[in-house]
């Protein structure tokens, strides 16, 4: 197996890996969407609100808010001593104490934190409006979760692998006519000295269109075998080079358990 990273910018990373299956790829991307662990809230305790929105639609809300997730410190709730019934190792405390003298909007940036290490991603994210005399006091518990049982946990906005694509140009046949390079709306070909050639193979979405445009069949379009370009995007909770590390840990405990469960089976 080979990786390389194409690029790494803010919460994007691009790269691309060789010498694996389609299901292996598969796999890591529907693990970094629904089985790495991340911070979101769980419970609100409203104080007050006299707020124009409802305590739920508060509280659904504040769940959404992306919460940075450390690397260690928290268990999940149902792994946790206390039984999931709550307590500073699987639980951050987050509290909001607004009264509001003029109209304003509550944002994340106002929910501040017991932990340091657990608090929202963006500040800018709205929460509510109040009215002058409004306010809003409230307690939030912060904890561990998986994307499969909530969105709200999912530590990614988006996750997707293509396939490596293959553009293949047979100059011999290739007139120079220049139909293909119109017909590419991803920029992939150019002309160079009276002949179609290959300027940006990675954007490539290998639809077709060139091949369909060629009228003397020069060119051929398909994948690379056991190669893949992968795309993650994550919501900031962890770095998006982490998602994909901590997805491939998830996937090698899995696979100890069922060589675990077989030995004890057998
Ligand atoms: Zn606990």
Known sequence: MEVEILERQGNELRFVIRGVSTAFVNSLRRTAIAEVPTMAIE???ILTN???????VIAHRLGLIPLTTPKDG??????CECRGSGCPKCQARLYLDVKAEFPMVVYAKD???DDPNVRPVYGDIPIVKLEAGQALVLEAY???GLGKDHAKWQPVSACAYKYYPKVNVMDDLCDGCGKCVEA????????NKEKAKVVDILKCMLCGDCVEACPRGAIDVGKVDGCFVFYLESTGTLPPEDVIIKSADVLIDKAKRFIKALEEAS
């Open 111 to 113: 929910l501040l934190s």
């Open 74 to 79: 928290y268990v999940m709730p149902k792994d």
């Open 184 to 191: 590419c709306a991803k920029a992939v070909l150019k002309l």
């Open 43 to 45: 419970d609100v305790v």
């Open 142 to 144: 912060a904890q561990l």
């Open 50 to 56: 006299s707020s124009a929105l409802f305590d739920e």
